[in-house]
């Protein structure tokens, strides 16, 4: 049997113990050190704690660093693993600033080390699912998407209870979470030409919007819409954060708000895949995304979202705030424009 590859993380918060969780359950690999400012966290969450990135890493020597802290500190932790020649894995956001993404890209690939984004939408089973449907290429060319997001933890007057600090961030649903569905449309239907988007903030106890509507258009010439907010509920609790239609020559399917997936042709519909998934964070997508990571870091393979190729995610995101400031759709860079920035 292969040894796991003994990985440490740092940032024992919310999402700090949603990846814990998820490498639990994971042969690959096993997280043997935490590090937090909050010594007592780091203690309950690995055999090893520590309240200083590079002490841990120069006594426990892992074979690789997850990164799951707030994105205003991923820069100087990721120059800390580089100098060290480790492999990262990085929650997203990359970082607050278009040039300190980039700057990260440079330290990693400077330094030739692996480097991942934690994207775990597009690892949510559905989406897999939906991506190997369409694969098979029954339903023909697609014609449109709409991915339609719901949460009501960002309502009243202390919203994101589970992580506050959202409250004060000057950019939220695009950045924090609508990302991830751009991220996830590439994924299904190919890189992006141009965004359209709409920004708006109904709760005025946060700083960010939390309301947005985007028209993304593909180099292929697809059209599709991102609608979400995070003030209504779609469904309790909805796996997915909501449900989404992708129609096409010959049907369409459509993601509940419960995760099933329905197939709809012009000769009726029945239900596709059923969503039996309990355990984990949104169908498991959390553990999915570290065992891709590991699995591809043992055998030297590349990984879906590098941190080279994330940039075009995240130049997406930005040109959607671009697009909101002037009134008009935004390019979003290619991955060759983005290589003469770096």
């Not at 990985?7 to 935490?34: S, T, Y």
């Not at 929650?91 to 980039?102: I, N, Y």
């Not at 950045?175 to 299904?188: A, K, M, P, Q, Y």
């Amino acid at each position: 049997m292969t040894t796991p590859l003994r990985g440490a993380l740092v940032g024992c918060g919310f999402f700090g113990q949603i990846h814990l969780e998820g490498w639990r359950r994971l042969d690959e690999a096993q997280i043997v050190a935490a590090c937090d400012t909050d010594l007592a966290k780091a203690s309950q969450s690995a055999p090893q704690a520590f309240d200083n990135l590079e002490r841990m890493l120069d006594e426990v020597k892992p074979d690789f660093l997850d990164i799951a802290t707030r994105p205003e500190l991923h820069v100087d932790m990721l120059r800390i693993a580089a100098a060290r020649k480790l492999p990262v894995i990085c929650q997203k956001p990359m970082a607050p600033r278009w040039d300190e993404c980039l700057e990260m890209v440079r330290i990693a690939e400077k330094a030739e080390i692996p480097f991942m984004i934690h994207e775990n939408w597009r690892w949510q089973p559905w989406y897999r699912v939906i991506a190997a449907e369409m694969a098979k290429e029954n339903l023909g060319a697609p014609v449109t998407y709409t991915f339609r997001t719901r949460k009501r933890d960002g309502a009243g007057t202390e919203p994101y209870l589970l992580q506050p600090y959202f409250r004060n961030m000057p950019r939220l649903l695009l950045f924090e979470t609508l990302v991830h569905h751009i991220d996830t449309s590439r994924f299904l239907f190919g890189e992006l030409d141009t965004v359209y988007a709409r920004l708006r903030r109904v709760n005025q106890t946060i700083q960010g919007e939390d309301q947005v509507l985007l028209i993304a258009s593909h180099q292929s010439g697809l059209n599709g819409v991102i609608d979400g907010n995070r003030f209504l509920d779609l469904a309790p609790d909805s796996p997915p954060l909501g449900d989404a239609l992708f129609e096409f020559e010959n049907g369409a399917l459509r993601l509940s708000a419960t995760g099933d997936i329905f197939r709809v042709t012009p000769t009726g519909g029945d239900l596709l895949w059923k969503n039996e998934v309990t355990s984990g964070y949104r169908g498991d997508s959390v553990r999915a995304t570290s065992q891709h990571f590991v699995r591809s870091l043992a055998a030297g393979l590349p990984f879906e979202t590098p941190g080279r190729d994330y940039l075009v995610t995240v130049a997406a995101v930005e040109a959607a705030y671009r697009s909101h400031e002037s009134g008009a759709a935004v390019r979003v860079p290619t991955p060759a424009d983005i290589a003469k920035d770096l």
